[in-house]
């Protein structure tokens, strides 16, 4: 599990108690009633925190124990390695919680594909255009072939075919596998083949165009 699996409001419910009030772990003998969680948090994420120390009471983050009329949560003392994982890089970057209230991504989005690659403008059009209206693919990196495809007498510049990987979500069993292409702006329409891994069905491209499957 990621911490961006968790959703915002989970992950930050957790940060209250891996945190604490004053950057110190509410573990084992801290209890934190869903109440007093609600206050430290954003308007946007207060509704429904009960349900959500819920969530991770079941997710095996938290203890929980009755208390009078109420049930009061603490952080496990005893976590697994993958949940004291994300505990752990909680704990240790307190710009985590301040994104979460924000509304802030909690990573840089990655460069755009095609930075940094001499290819055809008219191919990263075509190719990004395609994908933006393929919600089965995805593209995993884009790489410059060694093959210079055309060179543009007036500016110098030559451009390379290229290597595309492809995330495919199986038209059959909806479960994902990886495809590469090598295609350049003169073929960009070049056919090509994958079978999915998990149920055997095929599939056909056109570029980077699922066309059946």
């Given at each position: 599990?990621?911490?961006?699996?968790?959703?915002?409001?989970?992950?930050?419910?957790?940060?209250?108690?891996?945190?604490?009030?004053?950057?110190?772990?509410?573990?084992?003998?801290?209890?934190?009633?869903?109440?007093?969680?609600?206050?430290?948090?954003?308007?946007?994420?207060?509704a429904g925190v009960k349900g959500t120390c819920e969530y991770l009471y079941k997710q095996g983050f938290?203890?929980?124990?009755?208390?009078?009329?109420?049930?009061?949560?603490?952080?496990?003392?005893?976590?697994?390695?993958?949940?004291?994982?994300?505990?752990?890089?909680?704990?240790?970057?307190?710009?985590?919680?301040?994104?979460?209230?924000?509304?802030?991504?909690?990573?840089?989005?990655?460069?755009?594909?095609?930075?940094?690659?001499?290819?055809?403008?008219?191919?990263?059009?075509?190719?990004?255009?395609?994908?933006?209206?393929?919600?089965?693919?995805?593209?995993?990196?884009?790489?410059?072939?060694?093959?210079?495809e055309l060179e543009d007498e007036e500016s110098g510049t030559a451009y390379h075919r290229v290597s595309?990987?492809?995330?495919?979500?199986?038209?059959?069993?909806?479960?994902?596998?990886?495809?590469?292409?090598?295609?350049?702006?003169?073929?960009?329409?070049?056919?090509?083949?994958?079978?999915?891994?998990?149920?055997?069905?095929?599939?056909?491209?056109?570029?980077?165009?699922?066309?059946?499957?």
């Amino acid at each position: 599990m990621e911490l961006e699996e968790l959703g915002d409001q989970a992950l930050a419910v957790l940060c209250v108690f891996a945190r604490g009030r004053h950057g110190v772990s509410a573990r084992g003998w801290v209890t934190i009633d869903p109440g007093s969680i609600a206050h430290r948090l954003p308007q946007r994420l207060r509704a429904g925190v009960k349900g959500t120390c819920e969530y991770l009471y079941k997710q095996g983050f938290l203890a929980r124990k009755p208390k009078s009329d109420d049930i009061v949560y603490s952080l496990k003392t005893n976590l697994p390695a993958d949940l004291a994982t994300i505990v752990a890089k909680i704990q240790a970057d307190p710009t985590i919680f301040d994104k979460v209230r924000k509304g802030l991504p909690l990573s840089s989005p990655p460069p755009p594909p095609f930075e940094g690659i001499s290819v055809h403008p008219g191919l990263v059009e075509r190719i990004e255009g395609t994908l933006s209206k393929s919600p089965r693919l995805q593209i995993i990196t884009v790489d410059e072939e060694a093959e210079v495809e055309l060179e543009d007498e007036e500016s110098g510049t030559a451009y390379h075919r290229v290597s595309v990987w492809l995330k495919v979500r199986c038209t059959g069993c909806s479960e994902h596998f990886e495809h590469r292409i090598i295609l350049g702006y003169l073929d960009q329409f070049e056919s090509s083949s994958a079978r999915c891994p998990s149920c055997g069905r095929g599939h056909t491209f056109r570029g980077v165009s699922l066309q059946s499957g």
